[in-house]
């Protein structure tokens, strides 16, 4: 999947009037499938990091939603655990500065403006359609960003690995 596609495929899933999917789940779905990993989709591992974890403002979903399925993806494709989970790291590490300096910041409550504890923080959130923009801009960096990683990490059993 080039990033141009998987960017499609995010804003498919998340820019829908049900909302089913927030950027965690949408992210991890969207790589899942990029990187043809089992069960593409099942959201289920990253509903809980929408809206920096549990509404709590932390980390932002997309990169939560991405360093599960980059995690899933380096552990495939790495034999041995300690250097998957390295590779993986350096990944999301990489992601996450980039994403830091494209976007000022890396905790959903900064990044949007609202404590989404409070329903109605969450329904102004909601009715101002900051998730439509800003929430989707987010998306499309890191699912852009990462799409193509397979073609990058080295497969099970190559030199190295």
């Known amino acids: 999947m080039t990033g141009d596609e998987a960017v499609a495929r995010a804003r498919e899933l998340f820019l829908t009037d049900t909302q089913r999917y927030g950027c965690a789940e949408t992210t991890f779905l969207v790589l899942k499938e990029a990187y043809s ?3 593409p989709t099942d959201a289920s591992p990253a509903m809980v990091l929408n809206g920096g974890v549990a509404y709590r403002g932390g980390l932002c979903g997309a990169i939560g939603g991405a ?3 980059v995690g899933m993806l380096a552990a ?6 300690a250097a998957a989970k390295r590779a993986a790291r350096k990944v999301v590490a990489a992601t996450m ?10 905790d959903c409550r900064s ?7 409070t329903l109605a923080e969450h329904r102004a959130f909601i009715e101002s359609g900051v998730w439509r923009t800003t929430c ?13 990683l397979p073609e990058t990490m080295p497969a099970r059993g190559a030199a190295g690995t």
């Open 111 to 117: 990044l949007i403006g609202r404590d989404l504890r």
């Open 97 to 106: 500065d980039a994403f830091e300096v494209e976007f000022g910041a890396l």
């Open 136 to 148: 989707m801009r987010q998306i499309e960096f890191v699912v852009r960003r990462l799409a193509t």
């Open 37 to 39: 990993l089992s069960d």
């Open 76 to 81: 495939r494709r790495v034999a041995n655990h």
């Open 67 to 69: 360093a599960l399925a």
